[in-house]
């Protein structure tokens, strides 16, 4: 569990690709008290550490995860939001993630707004009943507030801090993200689904 709140951004170190992909990741962490196995949010995806060196931790990538996510698309170079597990008694700073990655979202505008930028995203059709003004979502790992919603397009409001210190400020339009909706409006909306059947 996560709470979409970055704590590093890390550096895809190296690439191994095999029966399932690795990606060593340089992060400016203390290494020495990442466990094996540990679950670590990268860009917004959680994976496993398999491998820990000082300085760097290597995760493991199943196609499935491929296939669903930005992490196809990884080379050496590649910068990504990275947060480590919650654990009981942390600060909830953003709201509750789970690291299970629901879908790619496209980056389709970005404006200043102020001292912030205006992000305008488009979802994939299967999961825009699940975004709604004022709710939440996480986008490559960051927690963030939905400004307002339009069909499959929403909008949210990245202040300064948030863009210096994620990879948001780097987004340009085409870019693909991750994207994880409110683990309530799931709930929620598979309660309301059972509720129909029952009529």
Known sequence: ??????????????????????????????????????????AGACLTVVAVRLGSFTVEASA??????????????????????????????GHLVSGHVDGVAETLSCRPEGDSMR?????PEAL???????????LD????TVNEVEGVRFG??????????????ALEP????NMEIDMLARYLARQLEGMGRGK
Do not use: Q, Y
Not at 128 to 138: E, R, Y
Not at 174 to 177: F, I, L, S
């Open 128 to 138: 825009a009943g699940f975004i709604a003004p004022k709710g939440s979502v996480t």
């Open 141 to 144: 790992g960051v927690s963030l």
């Open 1 to 42: 569990m996560f709470t979409g709140i970055v704590t590093d951004i890390g550096r895809v170190a190296a690439v191994e690709r095999r029966s399932s992909t690795r990606f060593e990741i340089a992060t400016a962490w203390d290494t020495t008290d990442i466990a094996l196995g540990a679950s670590i949010s990268c």
């Open 119 to 123: 992000f305008t995203f488009e979802a």
């Open 156 to 169: 949210v409001n990245i202040i300064p801090h948030t863009l210096t210190h994620t990879t948001l400020g």
């Open 174 to 177: 085409g870019d693909a993200v």
């Open 64 to 93: 499935e995860t491929l296939a669903c996510t930005v992490l196809d698309g990884w080379r050496a170079g590649v910068r990504l939001n990275l947060e480590r597990a919650l654990r009981v008694g942390d600060e909830l700073g």
